[in-house]
């Protein structure tokens, strides 16, 4: 990304928040793993799994998401494909 980035093919700021967002999503899919012993590709089912997950994270990567850890995934899941979107748009447009 950050190549991307100083080639000009990507805004510095797009590159900073997509590599936030893969932080965030790489760290939340590792402690899910660790939480339920297995991969999952949300968050676990069980109140209690989602809360320890959300804690690790948060010990993990401190951040303030005050509306929670899943209201986080989703908001960054909507800006990297706004930011995909965007490339992929400007890149065809070329």
Known sequence: MWRC???G?????DAA???HAAELLRTTEHIVRLVVGRAWKWL???E????KTSEFVARVL?????LG???????????VRLIYDRVLVEAVTS
Do not use: G
């Open 48 to 51: 209690h799994a989602r809360q």
């Open 44 to 46: 676990p089912a069980t």
């Open 69 to 79: 850890l899943e209201a986080e995934l989703r908001q960054t899941c909507e800006e």
């Open 17 to 19: 928040r997509l590599d």
């Open 62 to 66: 401190p951040r303030s998401a005050p």
């Open 9 to 13: 093919l990507l805004e510095k700021r």
């Open 5 to 7: 980035a100083a080639a």
